[in-house]
């Protein structure tokens, strides 16, 4: 059975402990209680700086509404 997790598994893991994805589940709730809240929030502001860079840097995108 193939399973989409961005879909299938919003409400939690449908395959439960058959899940191929349990490695990385158990590896982000490590970095998470690994990791300072002050941190996280430094890594978290250095993302959105760079996406407002990022979108500061390109010229608008016009949407015409179409007739």
Do not use: H
Not at 17 to 33: G, Q
Not at 36 to 41: E, F, N, R
């Amino acid at each position: 059975m193939a399973v989409n997790c961005a879909v299938d598994c919003k409400d939690g893991c449908v395959l439960g402990s058959d899940c191929p994805n349990l490695k990385y589940t158990e590896e982000a709730t490590k970095f998470i209680s690994d990791t300072s809240l002050d941190d996280l929030l430094a890594m978290a502001d250095e993302a959105v700086r760079r996406k407002m860079l990022e979108r500061a840097s390109q010229p608008p995108k016009w949407v015409l509404p179409e007739e």
